[in-house]
């Protein structure tokens, strides 16, 4: 089921929403279905963290060791989702 982000034309709220077949949804602000369907983020947020992720693999396997325990701590300091 795809989700997509709204913005709504009355209130200008700004939502995500799951769309099964034709249905519309509705603004959970004020109840219009008169919405704007906007460009899907997501897709482009995840395909920017997977490259930053593989960059960030690559920075680290480059470095030997205690540079690299240490960069390894940075890391995960840093990156702790
Ligand atoms: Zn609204």
């Given at each position: 089921m795809p989700l997509y982000d709204y913005s709504c034309r009355a209130c200008a709220h700004q939502f995500e929403a799951l769309v099964r077949g034709a249905k519309v949804p509705v603004c959970?602000?004020?109840?219009?279905?008169d919405l704007e369907r906007l460009l899907s983020m997501p897709v482009v947020k995840s395909e920017t963290t997977r490259s930053l992720i593989k960059r960030e693999t690559k920075r680290r396997d480059q470095r030997q060791g205690a540079e690299q325990a240490h960069a390894q701590r940075l890391y995960e300091a840093n990156h702790d989702d």
């Open positions: 959970p602000e004020c109840k219009s279905e």
